[in-house]
């Protein structure tokens, strides 16, 4: 059985890996807390919570993709 999973993993391509697109969600959750406790644009502010939520449901996505 693992043969089968590293088989159907190799298949996939690089930039759909785990590790990488886990950093890049985690990156844009953080983005979104940034942009929650910055103080300057109120626009930036009204669109942190959509960028936490798309960083979040992006990171239950990819926790299921292969190594």
């Known amino acids: 059985m ?3 999973i590293a088989r159907y993993a190799s298949r ?3 930039w759909l ?3 990488r697109c886990e950093a890049a969600t985690m990156a844009l959750i953080g983005l979104g807390v940034l942009m929650l ?3 300057l644009s109120l626009n930036v502010y009204g669109y942190s919570f959509v960028t936490i939520l798309a960083g979040t449901l992006g990171f239950v996505i990819v ?3 292969p190594d």
């Open 17 to 19: 890996r785990r590790a």
């Open 2 to 4: 693992t043969g089968k």
């Open 12 to 14: 996939w391509p690089l």
């Open 63 to 65: 926790s299921h993709f």
């Open 37 to 39: 406790m910055q103080p």
